[in-house]
């Protein structure tokens, strides 16, 4: 599997098609949140060995680049004193080197490319991932929201649920009996307490009565 397959496959418009789909968005996210990350790890092991290549060829063709000029000047202080096999052997030397730094100066430039659109690519999943935490926290925000939401419109419902409606009658009615109920009982002890102090008002004035009777009678004679 490439290590920028997700990348390739998968962009992040596609992705957003996908969660709005989910389920469980969050899920979704979290699950190619992980495989990105892996991926990630892999394609930053990648392009750290394609830079080491980049490197290595950039070393070897500035070696072959200083000997071949090192050779040169070997070259003209054979020819100076007159040593024409060292002098020959010195350019033989020197169009090798200028040979290799030909073939690794293309190594180079080929495996520096590479490199090159390895960091490009790296950096832009770097920047889906970032893209993808991002939204994540505002499905977060957004699927909460929903569940807060759904808990208040059910409990609503319940309120306008007709048997629920009819039980508050009820118990409104049951109020009202019991309210009634507690009137009449008062207004029926007011009259009780009235009747004792009328009886008990005619046995005081029948004593007044008898006493004055008594005192009348006394002086009578």
Known sequence: MSIFKRL?????????????KAEDPIKLTDQYLRDMQDDLEEAEKAVAAQIALE??????????????????EQAHVAAQAKNIDLARRALEEKKAAEQKVAEYKAGYEKNKLAADNLRDQLTE??????????????????????KAQKTINQAMSGLGNSSAMSGLKRMEEKALQMEAEAEASGELYKKETSLDEEIAKLNKDQQVED???ALMK???G
């Not at 390739?8 to 709005?20: F, P, V, Y």
């Not at 060829?57 to 040169?72: D, I, P």
């Not at 770097?126 to 699927?143: D, F, P």
């Open 211 to 213: 006493e004055l009777a």
């Open 8 to 20: 390739r496959d998968l962009t992040m418009s596609n992705l957003n098609a996908l969660i709005e």
């Open 218 to 220: 006394k002086y009578e």
């Open 125 to 146: 999943m770097k920047k889906q991932i970032t893209e993808l935490k991002n939204k994540r926290e505002t499905l977060v925000a957004r699927v909460n929201a929903a």
């Open 55 to 72: 490197k290595k060829f950039k070393v070897l063709y500035e070696e072959q680049e200083a000997l071949a000029k090192k050779r040169e």
